[in-house]
T-cell receptor
């Protein structure tokens, strides 16, 4: 069974640039959620994708957008980067048909905005 | 929307002692409450969860209790070991958990001293 994988693991961008983060969900999982974890804070829900459509969104501006592909992998795109976007971005997969409801997290992509 | 408060933010115990972390939630519709453990530089991993139709759940040295009336839930770790040292996050969800809309607390850094 393949776990959740994310890329890149680390990246540095400058303010105003755009970034794309990628996530491959765990085998058999059809739902992907993205979280932003600032240093010393809990993960904050950005949005969730199910069947290639957004299926719930947290309190994040429209410059945070995403995609889900037919193989259930996903991308998170952030436009017009701001300094406060510096954080660990976590992807988590799950199955809506699952019994436990557990989210399986990837190791994250650490974004630094200068 | 849901708001989850967690305390204490830091907790230091001697090996073998018990540790208790408490969380409160605001949305009475929340019905799924997982606890995640995040070791330094690693992904969050589920350690135990509880649904609103259950008052207590135990798994070896870890237990979780839920008081729906008071809207609070707690994590209890007995016979703590140095490998229990990590940041623990509680979360609430009003979608049964599997849909990924988890709202996390800010975390508790647990240190277990040998």
């Amino acid at each position: 069974e393949t776990g959740v994988t994310q890329s890149p693991t680390h990246l540095i961008k400058t303010r105003g640039q755009q970034v794309t983060l990628r996530c491959s969900s765990q085998s058999g999982h059809n739902t992907v959620s993205w979280y932003q974890q600032a240093l010393g804070q809990g993960p904050q829900f950005i949005f969730q994708y199910y069947r290639e459509e957004e299926n719930g969104r947290g309190n994040f501006p429209p410059r945070f957008s995403g995609l889900q592909f037919p193989n259930y992998s996903s991308e998170l795109n952030v436009n017009a980067l701001e300094l406060d976007d510096s954080a660990l971005y976590l992807c988590a997969s799950s199955s809506l048909a699952g019994v436990t409801g557990e989210l399986f997290f990837g190791e994250g992509s650490r974004l630094t905005v200068l | 929307g849901e708001n989850v408060e967690q305390h204490p933010s830091t907790l230091s115990v001697q090996e073998g002692d018990s540790a208790v972390i408490k969380c409160t939630y605001s949305d009475s519709a929340s019905n799924y409450f997982p606890w995640y453990k995040q070791e330094l530089g690693k992904r969050p991993q589920l350690i135990i969860d509880i649904r609103s139709n259950v008052g207590e759940k135990k798994d070896q040295r870890i237990a979780v209790t839920l008081n729906k009336t008071a809207k609070h839930f707690s994590l209890h770790i007995t016979e703590t070991q140095p490998e229990d040292s990590a940041v623990y996050f509680c979360a609430g969800s009003d979608y049964g958990g599997s849909q990924g809309n988890l709202i996390f607390g800010k975390g508790t850094k647990l240190s277990v001293k040998p």
